[in-house]
């Protein structure tokens, strides 16, 4: 890129003005990082460090709210589990089915803008009404789900009682994980903007040397794409982790059956927000913001195993 | 010799590309459709109980098809969309403008303030540039949760709870994620137009709005849309920071049909379809751009 000519009237080291100029530009986000990203994380731990009802007195407490919640908070390790539960069942599966889906949605062939606006379609639903719809759809007794499932089980003679879905502690999970396999749309999107770029070259090269288009999708097109599948992992990483409005939506921010759908940011609110337990709260939010961080590390450190970064572009 | 050969790759052709092509692409199609009725599914489910009568609403088995049963053939409850502009209150519309203002002003937000930072990080050499860009990247993994309570204590001090600002306010000031997608864009646009208009005696800020933002409409409309869609949609931060019903938003509104022992199913899948039909027909149409829009190339931290 060329350097800005220095204009005669300016004044100062040319390095200083184009920081100036650098700055200037980017001021906005200045004010974004500091204010809404570094301060609050920052404050956050001061918070933790307190006992803090959002209101009056602080009194400092050390790690306390840390070992209270370690050690005797039994909600902490319900939301723990429950989440970790989740993202493990959630995440992969996401990953395989919008990847799959994007594949094929990249296939020339009519009719493709309205397939796409299909899977896109769940993602434009506002999650309340969304969560509303699931919540009758799954219905143990009168939902549309089990008679599918009970009258296709009578179709070859087979009498059985579907699950409770999200009236049951084992299925609550399971049906939620269902609910975000129907939200892939986001990832389909980032999906086929990645696909666009893989060279049509090296495709066309690989199928005059006679690969079929399975092994030309393994071995070409997806190793291409895994900068976007590692960046699409660890942000789903990262909203499984926070996953809130639907299982608070259909539980009423209850999180039952069985507090099996109470998770982790749920907790967070309930102690921050209701019981205004804001020290609590924020040693709780530093917690998953610790555990976050750690394992979007640990993804890093796996990336330069298996994400190709071929773009010549990034060399300068 | 020679005949035989064309012969057996005529038929080899004809064999194996086309009609294998064929078979697949018919089995695609069929794929594409069946995965796709699933994911209609809900949305059917929707629209049918927002014209079922109440007592409709828990039959064995359930009415996929609204008039399916002919006791209920004359009965299908159309009165559920005015009905269900009126049945709470504030009416309805109020939170659907509210909820419009704050997703229009957010978006407005996201427009000014991401394409001048991106262009700051994309066009422009500074000391310190790429170590502040990887600190941006960075926040992108940053988990919201982990803000909410201190940026809550902050909106509080400043007398917004209660107010549309918590919710509009901070997206004037940038997002990672725009960030980086609207630096990717403006990256794969020729430094020769820039350099050019320099020649020329233009200034950053004249090239920034004058070449280079006439170039990169795609990503902007992805943006917008992102953000407004995103806007539209949110649930966490006016559950927070709305506490009285005049303001709230679409999300908070349609818990408004739920009651404590009673749920008035037919009106809020009314509502629910009347505010997810205009954003469906903006995606489709919006969406060849929406896909152009999103350059990933160089996708690393």
Redesign the interface.
């Known amino acids: 890129?060329?350097?800005?000519?220095p204009a005669p009237h300016r004044r100062g080291p040319l390095?200083l003005r184009?920081?100036g100029?650098?700055?200037?530009?980017?001021s906005?986000?200045l004010?974004?990082?500091l204010?809404?990203?570094a301060?609050?994380?920052a404050?956050?731990f001061w918070?933790s460090l307190h006992e803090f009802r959002?209101l009056g007195q602080m009194r400092f407490v050390g790690l306390e709210n840390y070992w209270w919640m370690l050690t005797k908070d039994l909600d902490f390790w319900t939301g723990v589990s429950n989440t970790l539960v989740y993202t493990l069942m959630a995440v992969p599966t996401g990953i395989i089915a919008a990847l799959t889906?994007a594949i094929?949605?990249n296939?020339r062939?009519r009719?493709q803008?309205i397939?796409?606006?299909?899977?896109?379609?769940?993602?434009?639903?506002?999650?309340?009404?969304?969560s509303?719809?699931?919540l009758?759809?799954f219905n143990p007794?009168?939902?549309?789900v089990n008679?599918i499932i009970e009258?296709l089980a009578k179709l070859v003679g087979l009498d059985i009682v579907g699950p409770g879905w999200l009236a049951s502690e084992v299925w609550a999970k399971p049906t939620l994980v269902l609910m975000h396999l129907?939200l892939i749309g986001h990832p389909i999107?980032?999906y086929?903007?990645?696909l666009?770029?893989v060279p049509q070259e090296l495709l066309d090269a690989a199928a005059v040397d006679g690969a079929n288009?399975l092994r030309r999708t393994l071995h070409i097109t997806i190793p291409m794409i895994t900068?976007?599948i590692?960046?699409q992992l660890?942000?789903s990483l990262?909203g499984a982790?926070?996953i809130?409005?639907q299982p608070?939506?259909i539980t009423g921010g209850t999180g039952q059956p069985a507090q099996s759908l109470l998770f982790y940011?749920m907790v967070?609110?309930r102690k921050?927000?209701q019981e205004f337990n804001?020290g609590l709260?924020?040693a709780m939010?530093?917690m998953?913001?610790i555990a976050?961080?750690l394992f979007?590390y640990l993804l890093?450190k796996s990336s330069a195993r298996w994400?190709y970064?071929g773009?010549a572009?990034?060399r300068r | 010799m020679q005949v035989g050969t064309l012969r057996q790759t005529l038929a080899a052709r004809w064999l194996s590309r086309p009609v294998v092509e064929q078979i697949g692409r018919l089995g695609l199609h069929v794929l594409l459709l069946g995965l796709g009725i699933t994911f209609l599914l809900p949305f059917w489910w929707m629209v049918a109980t927002s014209l079922k009568p109440n007592y409709a609403m828990f039959r064995i088995p359930p009415l996929l098809v609204p008039f399916q049963d002919p006791s209920t053939w004359d009965r299908l409850v159309w009165e559920n969309y005015p009905n269900s502009f009126t049945f709470t209150k504030p009416p309805f519309t109020i939170f659907i403008r509210n909820t419009l203002i704050i997703a229009t002003l957010s978006t407005i937000g996201a427009l000014l303030s991401n394409p001048l930072v991106a262009y700051g990080f994309a066009r422009l050499r500074w000391p310190g540039r790429d170590l502040l860009f990887a600190v941006t990247l960075s926040t992108i993994f940053l988990p919201f949760i982990a803000t909410l309570i201190p940026l809550f204590l902050v909106f509080r001090t400043l007398g917004w709870v209660g107010t549309w600002w918590p919710l509009i306010v901070p997206h004037f000031f940038g997002a990672p994620f725009y960030i980086f997608l609207l630096r990717q864009f403006f990256l794969t646009i020729p430094t020769e137009l820039s350099d050019a208009a320099r020649i020329d005696g233009a200034g950053e800020f004249q090239i920034f709005t004058q070449i280079i933002l006439p170039l990169a409409k795609p990503a902007l409309a992805t943006v917008a849309l992102f953000e407004f869609m995103a806007a539209y949609r949110d649930f966490l931060g006016p559950l927070l920071y709305l506490n009285k019903e005049e303001v709230y938003t679409i999300s908070l509104g349609l818990q408004k049909f739920r009651m404590e022992y009673d749920t008035e199913w037919g009106l809020m899948m009314a509502m629910s379809v009347i505010v997810t039909v205009p954003i469906i027909l903006l995606f489709f149409f919006a969406q060849r751009t929406f896909i152009q829009g999103i350059t990933l190339t160089g996708l690393k931290g």
């Open positions: 890129m060329a350097a800005v000519t390095w184009q920081l100029l650098g700055l200037a530009f980017v906005p986000w004010v974004g990082l204010a809404f990203r301060y609050p994380i404050a956050s918070y959002g889906v094929a949605l296939v062939l009719g803008p397939y796409r606006t299909i899977y896109f379609l769940p993602v434009l639903v506002p999650d309340v009404a969304l509303i719809v699931w009758q759809m007794q009168y939902g549309l008679t009258g129907w999107v980032i086929l903007a990645a666009q770029d288009w900068p976007a590692f960046f660890i942000t990262i982790m926070q809130f409005s608070w939506v940011s967070l609110y921050g927000f804001m709260g924020t939010a530093w998953l913001f976050i961080s979007t890093f994400v970064y773009g572009e990034e």
